[in-house]
């Protein structure tokens, strides 16, 4: 019986992998594939890289910070659906290693939970691991929250590894494409960014939710007890890099949830500035949450990019002389 079974499994994981195969011949958004992603950028051949989720893909405008830093960078918004910060690290540690050109490398601060995208099962299970022992080491997170994020992850991977909805998924999307900036299908610049002129038409509860948890991360200070292994992780990175030459800078979205808060409230306090661009606790950036800055409660639009990307690279600047 359990043959029969193991047999079935198998034969289901090669029907998956000849039409992952197949689709993927047809149609890849590299908005949602990381290898796909990687072979845009080394074409592009940078010396700065943004790597984060499409807060950053729509956020972040290559092409102002280049024009402002007088051409010194040329940089790639690597930003990626549903990217989780482990494969972000590991994204970081693979330019670090094997870009020669690439000097700086900008990494979002994130903790976002996360549906299937195009990974490997390798990636699914960086991702699982990095949340399960972040959920392991949060202070004032209980017993239940932390089993209930681990058979999340876990029913991500086994989802992903599978089922055969994302492939699916890519073939309708293809047949009968929508005119949605998330949705519909790719258009990236060069330099990796989607620009969006939409905008909503007012505030709505998430958009105000947002800022409100947003607002309250920056006003943290050291008196929390840090996550110690998030910390720990992004300390390698760093350190990775210095080996190599190359700097890591860590900076907060244009916006954080409240499931993000929880755990990045136990973070962001204990980076390093040198290393970390946190939005101001002021009143300076409040446009960013404004109607007329967002095409959706989550992402900025071509104008919101443009506010949120001079202050990245103002506050970059700051803190390191020599670009």
């Known amino acids: 019986m359990v043959k029969k079974i193991l047999l079935w499994l198998a034969l289901f994981l090669v029907f998956k992998l000849a039409l992952a195969l197949l689709v993927g011949q047809l149609t890849t958004d590299p908005r949602r594939d990381i290898t796909t992603r990687k072979k845009h950028l080394q074409a592009f ?72 995208i195009h990974l490997t099962p390798g990636q699914v299970f960086n991702d699982v691991y990095f949340r399960t022992r972040v959920m392991q080491a949060a202070i004032g997170v209980d017993n239940h929250e932390k089993w209930s994020d681990f058979l999340i992850g876990l029913n991500t991977t086994l989802f992903q590894t599978l089922s055969i909805a994302p492939q699916i998924a890519a073939v309708k999307k293809m047949i009968k494409p929508v005119n949605d900036p998330i949705e519909g299908p790719p258009n990236l610049n060069k330099n990796g960014m989607q620009r969006v002129t939409l905008m909503i038409p007012d505030l709505n509860t998430m958009v105000i939710n947002n800022r409100f948890y947003t607002k309250k991360l ?44 929880e755990i990045l409230s136990q973070v962001a306090p204990f980076i390093p500035p040198a290393n970390f661009i946190a939005l101001p606790k002021d009143s300076s950036l409040d446009a960013i ?17 443009a506010i949120y990307t001079r202050y990245l690279q103002e506050q970059f600047t700051k803190r390191h002389d020599n670009l």
């Open 45 to 116: 051949n940078p010396n700065t890289v943004f790597i984060g989720t499409s807060r950053t893909l729509y956020g972040i405008d290559p092409q102002i910070f280049d024009s402002l830093n007088a051409g010194k960078t040329n940089s790639y918004n690597m930003g990626l659906f549903s990217l989780s910060f482990a494969n972000s690290l590991k994204i970081a540690r693979d330019l670090i290693q094997n870009n020669p050109k690439t000097k700086t490398v900008f990494v979002e601060l994130s903790a976002l939970d996360y549906s299937t």
């Open 218 to 261: 920056t006003a943290f200070d050291q008196k929390f007890t840090p996550n110690t292994y998030f910390i720990a992780k992004m300390n390698e990175v760093d350190a990775f890099g210095k080996m190599h030459g190359k700097r890591v800078v860590f900076y907060t979205p244009n916006n954080i949830t409240k499931g993000e808060f």
């Open 289 to 305: 949450f404004q109607p007329e800055h967002l095409f959706d409660a989550h992402h900025l639009n071509t104008k919101g990019s």
